[in-house]
């Protein structure tokens, strides 16, 4: 069972950090994922990192300002959101893979390629 938890009301510029805690599973044996999902749009991979935690994979327009990272001992991965934009306001869930998965060479993060998904997490950011 994935936890996701975090979210929240920030302004424009503003950070959040949020947490993926794994229950019944290790995630250090998993690639875990963060994706969202605006309304009327499609659900987006945004950050994951892989089974060995020496992959990870950024969507274009948050690379830079954010920062996927494992914390093996609590079984948790975190999602660091530093310099929020209006339009990263989204439902945010993490996932999790038993493998990873590579196309054309890259690591890769999307949806279709994870299996459990934990409940999502509401960001907005608004001023």
């Known amino acids: 069972q994935l936890q996701a938890s975090g979210g929240g009301l920030v302004q424009p510029g503003g950070y959040l950090k949020l947490s993926c805690e794994a229950s019944?599973?290790?995630?250090?044996?998993?690639?875990i994922g963060w994706f969202r999902q605006a309304p009327g749009k499609e659900r987006e991979g945004v950050s994951c990192i892989s089974v060995s935690g020496s992959n990870t994979y950024y969507k274009d327009s948050v690379r830079g300002r954010f920062t996927i990272s494992r914390d093996n001992a609590r079984n948790t991965v975190h999602l660091q959101m530093n310099g929020l934009q209006v339009e990263d306001t989204a439902v945010y869930f993490c996932?999790?893979?038993?493998?990873?998965?590579?196309?054309?060479?890259?690591?890769?993060?999307?949806?279709?390629?994870?299996?459990?998904w934990g409940q999502g997490t509401q960001v907005t950011v608004s001023s």
């Open positions: 019944g599973v290790t995630p250090n044996s998993l690639t």
């Open positions: 996932a999790a893979a038993p493998r990873d998965t590579w196309y054309s060479g890259e690591y890769s993060c999307f949806p279709t390629d994870f299996d459990f």
